[in-house]
Nanobody, 115 residues
Framework: QVQLVESGGGLVQAGGSLRLSCAAS????????MGWYRRAPGKQRELVAA???????NYADSVKGRFTISRDNAKNTVSLQMNSLKPEDTAVYYC?????????WGQGTQVTVSS
């Protein structure tokens, strides 16, 4: 049973920082990519950042230069450092792991940025 447990969400003022973490447990045969999506109220799900097994990163244009994704292989975690947060970053953030033919999702963590 694979589980992804997110932590680090919360309420922060605009310009502040938060760090999200996602710990993966269970047997994942092959990890092709890990990362974060977000869904804001009334909006479609958006890929925020992804990190492939080869080390390539992909960021949404709206977060480039502000967010940084990283992975700790020893701890099987993926983190998202979010700096210079804006009210438009307010959303539920979901961790994902793209495996071999199957994807895994976390339960989501709320990030709220006040103006």
């Amino acid at each position: 049973q694979v589980q992804l447990v997110e932590s680090g969400g919360g309420l922060v003022q605009a310009g502040g920082s938060l760090r999200l973490s996602c710990a993966a447990s269970g047997n994942i045969f092959r990890v092709n990519a890990m990362g974060w999506y977000r869904r804001a109220p009334g909006k479609q799900r958006e890929l925020v950042a992804a990190l492939t097994s080869g080390g390539s990163t992909n960021y949404a244009d709206s977060v480039k230069g502000r967010f940084t994704i990283s992975r700790d292989n020893a701890k099987n975690t993926v983190s998202l450092q979010m700096n210079s947060l804006k009210p438009e970053d307010t959303a539920v953030y979901y961790c994902f792991v793209m495996g071999s033919g199957v994807d895994y999702w976390g339960q989501g963590t709320q990030v709220t940025v006040s103006s």
